[in-house]
């Protein structure tokens, strides 16, 4: 079974940056396709970015292109996200995903975007 343990959330102001990871244990991150989901309070769970298990495909919402970027490293068995250019909108719980005929989830890491 896959565990995932999110990272790298925190207060940061508008037009910051940071980075998020998911690290990966319990089974091989290479047979995974990976994703990142948020939410926000009082809405529902939204699909941020995934990527496909080999990491050459790769989706993004429509309110994240050109400023968030998903990336994988199959040999240290994490996920990133990086997110540049955050907006107060960007605010929320993020989560990281696992697809391999079952869906495994991590418990998210919190991301505040606040002047």
């Known amino acids: 079974q896959l565990q995932l343990v999110e990272s790298g959330g925190g207060l940061v102001q508008p037009g910051g940056s940071l980075r998020l990871s998911c690290a990966t244990s319990?089974?091989?991150?290479?047979?995974?396709?990976t994703g990142w989901f948020r939410q926000a309070p009082g809405k529902e769970r939204e699909a941020v970015a995934c990527i496909s298990s080999s990491g050459r495909s790769t989706n993004y919402a429509d309110s994240v292109k050109g400023r968030f970027t998903i990336s994988r490293d199959n040999a240290k068995n994490t996920v990133y996200l990086q997110m540049n250019s955050l907006k107060p909108e960007d605010t929320a719980v993020y989560y990281c995903?696992?697809?391999?005929?079952?869906?495994?989830w991590g418990k998210g890491t919190l991301v505040t975007v606040s002047s």
């Open positions: 995903n696992a697809r391999y005929g079952l869906t495994y």
């Open positions: 319990g089974s091989t991150l290479e047979d995974y396709a």
